[in-house]
């Protein structure tokens, strides 16, 4: 925790530069949102123009309007949607906890369908549960999720009837508390299983490199030679660091998994972020579309938090030293025995 | 060292002289790379797709954009061997003739990406220090953003065409690529031969992109080949979701205009995604071939 102040520059200074970014970007969007209105309006004179620029800041500088910019978002004042009729930032709030609900469902069923997987096809390597490991991960490595969301509604909303095609809930008022969540969760099937099944593709590959790795060493030979049970092994002793490559890959991923979101909330009509980011482009809304981005990086940023969190809990060696594990799991693939083909 | 085993490794190697010699890398690669069933397989569906987008017009002449038949006829039809879509245009053709658009971005944005990231990571692993420090930051800031969504923003703001398409995927993924080069650069400007080389009096940037970049190559080429797929993924979701270039046809544009009568037609959006899917299928083998191929003591995994 001693290193809590500098990471928290470095954060707000990485949002910073986010919301720089999203004052470029309309900036340099062609079309002159004055003549825009004036255009609506059906024209107007010269003074009119004049003084709506001046009215909306537009005649100052650039570092002024970008000063200007910065004092309204911080004030929370992300622009009005004309579409949706309210204040991006409500907007935006109403919409973030079904983007969350999606994302973290999907991220524990592909960690655990992962990691499942991984240990299992560890245990043997050469069994049918490892070819069929193979053959998920390359199904999810090439299928484009929004045609899997839309092959999984295809048949499980028509052939086999027994999930809702779209939405959160039901249109009629299914009464109480614990039938509003049983029938979110009936909602919820098809959007998660969707999303997640890219990434179970990507940790069910990683957990079983990791056990593989992880089964060889000397530690689990001892545990083993103590008399305990396969399970213990397995479970108690070598997940513990089996699991350190998959925390990696979901904090590096987090980012993925939102852009995910976008288009599996948009094939199945999901009330948040992603779908709140395709119907704004539809409108042409900037502001609401730049304010998403702006939020999901947050977003990314208080996965990295908690995923930093979840490493000291799993190797308590671990102080601090994310970014050299970070920067050497991703890379084991290509770099493990650099180019002995060459020789 | 006794005289009968002197002798005999004496006389025994020479008619075998011709078989220890070593076999040229490439040689070995093409070995390694045919033994690989799934990679072979890959190889030839690639092909296979490659010729479909490039030949089949002239094998099968039908205007993707014209209207052949009632809208929704189901596969099997008189006109559409594969069916109509919402408005009766040939899916067929449009599976034909939507693979350029989606293969040309692919490729072309997986250059841009690769070229970038080489650079800031050859620069990052090569000079270390603050300009590492700097880059990092720089790689950092573009991966808290999320790659779809910063590329829906760019494509929004600056229009939907092909180049505007291609830059964007261009742009977001870069890091990955980047953080690669950086680790190779790391590891091996502390090797021997590059000491050698630096004190021979060579200078940055021979070092960088003659010494230094070759022997970084193999993981690089392979990060290539996987990008390739992820770009045409990326340009499929960007056209799905009504992003793409409205007047070039292209795979996710046919998925996308025809979701909304998916239970009324399946093969509208079924069959363009099988051929996104095959065709990232086929570079996924490839490329998981070629890294096979390239590091023969992973391959027993």
Redesign the interface.
């Known amino acids: 925790m001693r290193k809590l102040a500098p990471r928290l520059i470095s954060a707000i200074g990485l949002l910073l530069a986010v919301l720089v970014l999203n004052f470029l970007l309309i900036h340099a969007a062609p079309g002159d949102p004055v003549q825009v209105i004036v255009g609506d309006m059906g024209g107007a004179s010269p003074q009119l123009i004049a003084q709506m620029k001046a009215q909306y800041g537009l005649d100052k500088p650039l570092p002024v309007q970008l000063g200007l910019y910065l004092w309204q978002v911080l004030h929370g004042n992300f622009g009005y949607s004309v579409y949706f009729n309210m204040p991006v930032l409500d907007l935006i709030l109403q919409r973030l906890p079904a983007t969350i609900v999606l994302v973290l469902s999907s991220l524990i069923l592909a960690v655990v369908i992962g990691t499942l997987l991984g240990i299992f096809s560890a245990r043997r390597p050469r069994g049918i549960l490892s070819h069929l490991v193979t053959l998920v991960s390359l199904f999810g490595f090439s299928a484009p999720v929004f045609w899997t969301g839309i092959m999984l509604t295809i048949l499980f909303a028509s052939v086999i009837p027994i999930f809702p095609v779209s939405g959160m809930f039901s249109v009629r008022d299914t009464g109480g508390f614990f039938a509003q969540t049983l029938d979110l969760l009936r909602h919820l099937v098809l959007p998660s299983v969707t999303l997640a099944s890219i990434y179970i593709a990507t940790y069910s590959r990683l957990a079983r490199a990791a056990m593989l790795d992880v089964l060889g060493a000397d530690y689990i030979r001892t545990a083993r030679a103590k008399g305990l049970s396969e399970r213990r092994v397995v479970f108690g002793h070598a997940l513990r660091n089996g699991l350190i490559p998959i925390v990696t890959m979901v904090g590096l991923q987090f980012g993925q998994l939102l852009a995910g979101a976008v288009l599996v909330e948009t094939v199945f009509n999901w009330p948040g972020l992603g779908r709140l980011a395709f119907d704004s482009i539809l409108r042409r809304d900037y502001s609401t579309l730049l304010a998403i981005l702006f939020f999901s990086a947050i977003l990314v940023m208080v996965a990295n938090a908690l995923t930093d969190l979840a490493y000291r809990w799993i190797d308590p060696r671990i102080g601090g030293g994310r970014t050299r594990k970070a920067t050497k799991t991703p890379a084991a693939p290509g770099s493990k025995s650099p180019g002995p083909a060459k020789g | 060292m006794t005289d009968a085993t002197n002798t005999a490794p004496l006389t025994a190697p020479v008619p075998e002289a011709p078989a220890a010699r070593p076999t040229r890398?490439a040689v070995?690669?093409a070995r390694?790379f045919a033994a690989n069933r799934p990679a072979l397989f890959g190889l030839v569906l690639l092909i296979a797709i490659l010729c479909m987008t490039f030949l089949g017009p002239l094998i099968y002449p039908v205007n993707p954009y014209d209207i052949v038949d009632m809208p929704f006829a189901p596969p099997g039809g008189e006109y559409a061997p594969l069916g109509t879509d919402y408005v009766g245009r040939d899916i067929l053709s449009g599976i034909i003739n939507g693979g350029r658009a989606t293969l040309a971005v692919g490729a072309a944005a997986a250059v841009i990406s690769v070229v970038l990231g080489i650079l800031m990571g050859a620069l990052a692993g090569f000079y270390e220090g603050p300009i590492d420090a700097a880059l990092m930051k720089v790689t950092?800031?573009f991966?808290?953003?999320?790659?779809?969504?910063?590329a829906?923003?760019?494509v929004?703001?600056?229009?939907s065409n092909l180049y505007t398409i291609t830059a964007a995927i261009g742009i977001v993924s870069w890091p990955?690529v980047a953080?690669?080069a950086?680790?190779?650069f790391l590891?091996i400007r502390k090797l021997d031969y590059v000491e050698a080389a630096r004190t021979a009096g060579a200078r940055n940037r021979y070092l960088i992109f003659r010494v230094i970049l070759p022997?970084a190559l193999?993981?690089?080429v392979?990060?290539a080949g996987l990008s390739v797929?992820s770009s045409i993924?990326f340009e499929?979701?960007l056209s799905?979701?009504?992003?793409g270039d409205p007047n070039t046809m292209s795979w996710?544009l046919i998925?996308g205009q025809n979701?909304n009568y998916?239970?009324d037609a399946?093969w509208t959006?079924?069959l363009p995604?099988v051929a996104?899917?095959?065709t990232?299928?086929a570079i996924?083998?490839v490329g998981d071939g070629i890294?096979d191929?390239?590091?023969?003591?992973?391959r027993r995994?």
């Open positions: 890398p070995e690669f390694s950092e800031f991966q808290i953003l999320p790659t779809l969504l910063l829906m923003v760019v929004t703001v600056f229009g990955q953080r690669l950086r680790a190779e590891r022997g193999p993981p690089l392979v990060a797929g993924l499929a979701g799905f979701l009504g992003l996710g998925v979701r998916l239970l399946w959006v079924t995604g996104i899917f095959l990232v299928l996924s083998l890294n191929a390239l590091n023969p003591r992973l995994r």
